[in-house]
């Protein structure tokens, strides 16, 4: 079984100069946890539903062996219902969900770092992350 942990997501409110602020939406998310990802993604859907920000268009490429998909970058909340602890940050917006998967977004080590991450083999089988 892979590791995956449960958290939310928000959009990062916009505060104008008459002190309106448009609202902030938050959802729950299934993340898996990937320490060779070296940047956070979220499925593109998800970042969209909850009005993300868009903090640079095309910023990368993502290449795998089942092809190469162009990104974006957003600025989102990043949530940790164990700890109750808010982390702003920089993700890549990027087609995640399917039928087949359990996740919906894909920690990587800009978030992992945030946090305390430990894996225990052998017989012991303990994966614990807090964030």
Known sequence: MSPVIDLKISNVPVVTASGISEPQLSIPVRALVDTG???TAIDIGLLESIGAR?????AGEVV???GSEKYD???INVHS???NKNF???VSGLKIRSEKKAYEM???LNLLTKGRLEIVGNSGGTFTLTL
């Open 81 to 83: 219902v164990e700890t």
């Open 73 to 75: 970058l957003y600025l």
């Open 106 to 108: 894909v920690i990587g």
């Open 64 to 66: 795998t062996m089942h």
């Open 88 to 90: 702003g940050m920089i």
């Open 54 to 58: 868009v903090a640079e268009k095309d």
């Open 37 to 39: 990802a070296d940047l």
